[in-house]
């Protein structure tokens, strides 16, 4: 198993430990759902809350651990990345697929550490009433996801360069 998606399997694991420890300390009614100045307009349960919290981080788990294993079954023709022909030629498949399931569980750990952040300014917002959501904060944690995301599709591509053209 690679480093990237062990590390996605320990946030994944602190994520529901966040919840864990949060959800026990929510008001019975909680603020979900925040404007852009940060003042709440939609409300769950607590135990709604966090099912859905459950619910969204077993999708993020699914995509960023599930497809990656599906990837490595799949059809060099059903794998989109440029240069294909190249990339996934019998003697460079099984290192094409490895470093796409590497870049997909390093996604994968930016998106649970944005959902757990995100999480974490929610559930800290409703431990102090009136629950307000700092709008600063969250969009630090948007701004530095988004710079995370052109981070990664920049190593994507460094990582599948057009090849030589001898070898088109």
């Known amino acids: 198993m690679n480093r990237a998606r062990l590390v996605l399997i320990a946030l994944s694991a602190a994520a529901i430990a966040q919840l864990a420890w949060y959800v026990p300390r929510m008001p019975p009614l909680m603020a979900t759902h925040f404007d852009g100045a940060g003042s709440p307009n939609g409300w769950m349960t607590r135990g709604a809350a966090a099912a859905f919290h459950l ?8 995509a960023f651990i599930g497809l990656p294993i599906l990837l490595g079954r799949m059809a ?7 240069n294909r022909q190249y990339w996934l ?24 550490l944005l959902l757990m952040a995100v ?4 559930f800290e917002a409703n431990l102090n009433p009136p ?5 600063a904060p969250f969009l630090a944690c948007l701004g530095a996801f988004l710079i995370y995301v052109v981070g990664a599709m920049i190593a994507l591509y460094r990582r599948f360069p057009k090849p030589p053209p001898a070898s088109l």
């Open 76 to 82: 060099p023709t059903r794998i989109n990345i440029p």
């Open 89 to 112: 030629a019998p003697e460079r498949q099984a290192a094409t697929v490895a470093a796409l399931q590497r870049w997909m569980a390093a996604l994968g750990c930016g998106v649970v």
């Open 131 to 135: 629950a307000r959501l700092p709008t």
């Open 55 to 62: 619910a969204v981080l077993g999708v993020a788990a699914l």
């Open 119 to 122: 999480s974490g300014l929610s």
